[in-house]
T-cell receptor, first 119, second 118 residues
Framework: AQKITQTQPGMFVQEKEAVTLDCTYD???????LFWYKQPSSGEMIFLIY??????QNATEGRYSLNFQKARKSANLVISASQLGDSAMYCC????????????????FGQGTILTVHP | GAVVSQHPSWVICKSGTSVKIECRSL??????MFWYRQFPKQSLMLMAT?????????EQGVEKDKFLINHASLTLSTLTVTSAHPEDSSFYIC??????????????FGDGTRLSIL
């Protein structure tokens, strides 16, 4: 079963508009972390934002915010005031378990969403 | 901040060649390193987890004899694609994690290696 699901293979947004990228997850572990990465065409993984399963508030980092709905197991990324440089693949990932385990840092990625920002 | 260096960035070689990719943590000790593979327009797929000094743990469907992983030191892990064929052409990327890393710390990724087998 897919643990992380991104249902939007591609999204288009007008420059300066806001866009929401969907991510749902499935886990029975009470302790987990959710990450969003941006991957431009050059390939590097750029960390954007993190939400912990015990965090009471939605995470925000500049123009990025995370709409975390724990009961629905969703962690959608909201990008406000889109810029042309935001065009990239966006990857949602989940890390399960507590720190200290031998595979603690292991990330499970969703399918990714390719965002295109139009001028 | 934590830096992970991956080398080489690009490899083009003939079918049947073995290719070694290095992943180095430059300013921290990486107790665990992860190797991912990515096909065009798809997201990252975990291939294996390597812990320093022990055998790598491979994900289901990944051939351990095809993709040899060595994590001999706390700063270096290598992935060797043995007898590479065109279907092994892909983007390979590593990430590193240090011991007792805070839960909100992101993975430290290398910049990836584009492998093309002719």
């Amino acid at each position: 079963a897919q643990k992380i699901t991104q249902t939007q293979p591609g999204m288009f947004v007008q420059e300066k508009e806001a866009v929401t990228l969907d991510c749902t997850y499935d886990t029975s572990d009470p302790s987990y972390g959710l990450f969003w990465y941006k991957q431009p065409s050059s390939g590097e993984m750029i960390f954007l934002i993190y939400q912990g399963s015990y965090d009471q508030q939605n995470a925000t980092e500049g123009r990025y915010s995370l709409n975390f709905q724990k009961a629905r197991k969703s962690a959608n990324l909201v990008i406000s005031a889109s810029q042309l440089g935001d065009s990239a693949m966006y990857c949602c990932a989940m890390r399960e378990g507590k720190a200290g385990g031998t595979s603690y840092g292991k990330l499970t990625f969703g399918q990714g969403t390719i965002l295109t920002v139009h001028p | 901040g934590a830096v992970v260096s991956q080398h080489p960035s690009w490899v083009i070689c003939k079918s049947g060649t073995s290719v070694k990719i290095e992943c180095r943590s430059l300013d921290f000790q990486a107790t665990t390193m992860f190797w991912y593979r990515q096909f065009p327009k798809q997201s990252l797929m975990l291939m294996a987890t390597s812990n320093e000094g022990s055998k790598a743990t491979y994900e289901q469907g990944v051939e351990k004899d095809k993709f040899l992983i060595n994590h001999a030191s706390l700063t270096l892990s290598t992935l060797t694609v043995t007898s590479a064929h065109p279907e092994d052409s892909s983007f390979y990327i590593c990430s590193a994690s240090r011991q007792r890393e805070a839960s909100n710390q992101p993975q430290h990724f290398g910049d990836g290696t584009r492998l093309s087998i002719l």
